[in-house]
C-alpha cells in the first residue's frame, strides 16, 4: 500500500515539475538543477537505501512464502 501510494503522490504532484524541466531523467536531476550537487546525492543515496530495503523485504518475503509452501 505504501509503495502505491507513494507512486501516486509522485505522479500527482511531481511528475508535471519534472516533465517541464529539459534535460532531466530523474528526481535527483531536478533536484540538482535546483538545489544543488549535495541534495542530488543525498536523494540519491535515499533512493538506494529504501530500494535494497524494497529487495530485501521481497526476498524475505519470499523466501517465508517457499518455506511454507515446501517445508
Known amino acids: 500500500i505504501g509503495l502505491g501510494l507513494s507512486l501516486l503522490l509522485n505522479?500527482?504532484?511531481?511528475a508535471p515539475h519534472i516533465n517541464m524541466e529539459e534535460r532531466v531523467l530523474t528526481l535527483p536531476d531536478v533536484l540538482a538543477k535546483r538545489y544543488?550537487?549535495?541534495v542530488e546525492v543525498l536523494c540519491s543515496c535515499a533512493s538506494i537505501i529504501s530500494f535494497i530495503m524494497l529487495l530485501a523485504g521481497n526476498l524475505?518475503?519470499?523466501g517465508v512464502i517457499l518455506s511454507?509452501?515446501?517445508g
Open 11 to 14: 505522479g500527482i504532484f511531481l
Open 36 to 38: 544543488g550537487k549535495i
Open 60 to 62: 524475505v518475503g519470499t
Open 68 to 70: 511454507y509452501t515446501w
